[in-house]
């Protein structure tokens, strides 16, 4: 399905687009929002118009009450009709589309509602709706290192604008410089903008491809589909039948052995993928670090997508999934903890062993691994923000509030980390009992950020009692 300019949709869409837009300005919200969805039922590759509803979504949600109560109005809902779309997104992406886009309406920041557009815009083949949508992602989760590097691979696949990208990617690099996804990202977005330096401009406004720059053009098809992130199903599963054949008569052949690991792990093929990557292990490629992680990372894998494939309507479904969570966290865990052993002086190592006792309730463990990550420039304001969090649990409040303020007096500048780190310090002076000293947190995240959290409601209750 491809996607549509406002003059290839019909005159009648036109008018009720016209009209939605004018309500928009108005700031007549909720009948705008009604008016672009209507027209994306009938026109889903209509991306002007899915552009602006995103835009009326987020401007409703951000004149919509802060805090809890917020959260809990937007989720009403939300996780049948999240369910239905799942359901539907195989046999009819439009119709998941729609169901999602309900979900938005609610909350515009809902990861699970924006994955479902960003999967059904790529079955469909709608690149804009796409990348858009995976921009949207990035944007809601900067720190979601799945989503970053999606993103970036795809504005690196579809030749779109590498700024936005570069900039989320560039400032994740810089918490996890040494993050081997990361920088094969960079690497893709920076091989984009030199072909586009170098005169390749015209692939991206359709006047070329890239088969056209390859004098072998059956070597651009392979290669152009080899580097693809997303591969659609149909290319993916013709790269397995090649590289099984293939592997038969290169059994030695140890790129093409790892090649096919990953298509399998890509199709959710696990023990398939496993077992090759056991082969590679009893190779000369054995002690490759980047072995034992793709091989932990493929049995995370194997769990999410076992979670994600349990019947949400099952009576049993949150117990089911509860389990498969414990069992993964054990074994991530485990795992974390051979890297410990054999990289001992690894301080990124250190952050994560502290990150997943953090999550497992192991605080003290944590908090070691955590004072110990501090000495690793890249993450020690994540470690001091953890530390911070880990004291409070335990209800050491001023050690809590001591650990933020050297965190914030670190951080020149007020982006969202030092945001973060000051509503920390506010909430844990509201747990001491110092209301004014919380106030006085709260009060200058609000003067750049009235929305941030329940901060707004915060200050508004604080006035109101004055």
Same mark, same amino acid.
């Given at each position: 399905?491809?996607?549509?300019?406002?003059?290839?949709?019909?005159?009648?869409?036109?008018?009720?687009?016209?009209?939605?837009?004018?309500?928009? /300005?108005?700031?007549?919200?909720?009948?705008?929002?009604?008016?672009?969805?209507?027209?994306?039922?009938?026109?889903?590759?209509?991306?002007?118009?899915?552009?602006?509803?995103?835009?009326?979504?987020?401007?409703?949600?951000? !004149?919509?009450?802060?805090?809890?109560?917020?959260?809990?109005?937007?989720?009403?809902?939300?996780?049948?009709?999240?369910?239905?779309?799942?359901?539907?997104?195989?046999?009819?992406?439009?119709?998941?589309?729609?169901?999602?886009? /309900?979900?938005?309406?609610?909350?515009?920041?809902?990861?699970?509602?924006?994955?479902?557009?960003?999967?059904?815009?790529?079955?469909?083949?709608?690149?804009?709706?796409?990348?858009?949508?995976?921009?949207?992602?990035?944007?809601?989760?900067?720190?979601?290192?799945?989503?970053?590097?999606?993103?970036?691979?795809?504005?690196?696949?579809?030749?779109? &604008?590498?700024?936005?990208?570069?900039?989320?990617?560039?400032?994740?690099?810089?918490?996890?410089?040494?993050?081997?996804?990361?920088?094969?990202?960079?690497?893709?977005?920076?091989?984009?903008?030199?072909? &586009?330096?170098?005169?390749?401009?015209?692939?991206?406004?359709?006047?070329?491809?890239?088969?056209?720059?390859?004098?072998? @053009?059956?070597?651009?098809?392979?290669?152009?589909?080899?580097?693809?992130?997303?591969?659609?199903?149909?290319?993916?599963?013709?790269?397995?039948?090649?590289?099984?054949?293939?592997? /038969?008569?290169?059994?030695?052949?140890? @790129?093409?052995?790892?090649?096919?690991?990953?298509?399998?792990?890509?199709?959710?093929?696990?023990?398939?993928?496993?077992?090759?990557?056991?082969?590679?292990?009893?190779?000369?490629?054995?002690?490759?670090? !980047?072995?034992?992680?793709?091989?932990?990372?493929?049995?995370?894998?194997?769990?999410?997508?076992?979670?994600?494939?349990?019947?949400?309507?099952?009576?049993?479904?949150?117990?089911?999934?509860?389990?498969? /969570?414990?069992?993964?966290?054990?074994?991530?865990?485990?795992?974390?903890? $051979?890297?410990?052993?054999?990289?001992?002086?690894?301080?990124?190592?250190?952050?994560?062993?502290?990150?997943?006792?953090?999550?497992?309730? @192991?605080? !003290?463990?944590?908090?070691?691994?955590?004072?110990?990550?501090?000495?690793?420039?890249?993450?020690?304001?994540?470690?001091?923000?953890?530390?911070?969090?880990?004291?409070?649990?335990?209800?050491?409040?001023?050690?809590?509030?001591?650990?933020?303020? &050297?965190?914030? $007096?670190?951080?020149?500048?007020?982006?969202?980390?030092?945001?973060?780190?000051?509503?920390?310090?506010?909430?844990?002076?509201?747990?001491?009992?110092?209301?004014?000293?919380?106030?006085?947190?709260?009060?200058?995240?609000?003067?750049?950020?009235?929305?941030?959290?329940?901060?707004?409601? @915060?200050?508004?209750?604080?006035?109101?009692?004055?």
């Amino acid at each position: 399905m491809a996607e549509k300019l406002i003059n290839e949709i019909n005159q009648d869409m036109r008018r009720l687009h016209s009209k939605a837009a004018e309500a928009a /300005q108005r700031e007549n919200l909720d009948y705008a929002i009604t008016l672009f969805c209507q027209i994306l039922e009938k026109e889903p590759g209509f991306f002007e118009c899915r552009k602006a509803l995103r835009a009326a979504q987020f401007a409703k949600a951000g !004149t919509a009450s802060t805090g809890f109560f917020k959260k809990m109005l937007s989720g009403a809902g939300a996780s049948p009709q999240i369910a239905r779309a799942k359901m539907a997104l195989n046999k009819n992406p439009a119709e998941a589309m729609a169901l999602a886009e /309900q979900v938005l309406s609610g909350d515009p920041t809902s990861a699970a509602a924006n994955r479902i557009i960003a999967d059904a815009a790529l079955a469909l083949e709608m690149p804009q709706t796409w990348v858009f949508t995976l921009e949207t992602m990035a944007k809601n989760s900067p720190k979601d290192k799945a989503v970053v590097v999606e993103f970036a691979h795809a504005v690196a696949e579809t030749g779109s &604008n590498a700024g936005i990208a570069e900039q989320i990617l560039n400032d994740l690099i810089r918490t996890s410089p040494y993050d081997g996804d990361l920088l094969q990202a960079s690497k893709n977005l920076s091989a984009h903008k030199t072909m &586009n330096e170098g005169g390749y401009g015209a692939i991206e406004g359709g006047e070329a491809s890239y088969r056209d720059i390859l004098r072998n @053009k059956d070597e651009a098809v392979s290669l152009e589909q080899e580097k693809r992130v997303q591969k659609s199903e149909d290319v993916a599963e013709r790269l397995i039948a090649e590289y099984e054949t293939r592997l /038969q008569t290169e059994p030695d052949n140890l @790129k093409l052995t790892r090649s096919l690991a990953e298509l399998y792990t890509q199709k959710s093929k696990f023990d398939q993928a496993l077992e090759l990557y056991g082969r590679l292990k009893n190779s000369e490629l054995g002690n490759d670090s !980047t072995l034992e992680l793709a091989i932990s990372n493929t049995i995370v894998r194997k769990f999410d997508h076992a979670i994600a494939s349990l019947n949400p309507f099952d009576a049993n479904h949150a117990e089911e999934a509860a389990k498969y /969570q414990a069992e993964k966290l054990t074994f991530q865990l485990a795992e974390c903890q $051979k890297r410990v052993e054999k990289y001992p002086t690894d301080l990124t190592i250190r952050f994560e062993m502290g990150a997943l006792f953090f999550q497992a309730g @192991k605080i !003290t463990e944590a908090i070691t691994e955590f004072q110990k990550a501090q000495g690793n420039p890249h993450k020690r304001i994540m470690a001091m923000s953890y530390l911070a969090q880990c004291f409070a649990k335990r209800k050491m409040f001023d050690l809590a509030a001591r650990t933020l303020q &050297n965190a914030i $007096k670190e951080k020149p500048g007020f982006d969202e980390e030092k945001k973060d780190l000051t509503y920390q310090l506010g909430c844990v002076f509201e747990s001491m009992g110092k209301k004014d000293e919380a106030i006085e947190q709260f009060k200058i995240i609000a003067e750049t950020d009235f929305a941030y959290r329940d901060v707004g409601a @915060k200050v508004d209750a604080y006035y109101a009692g004055q």
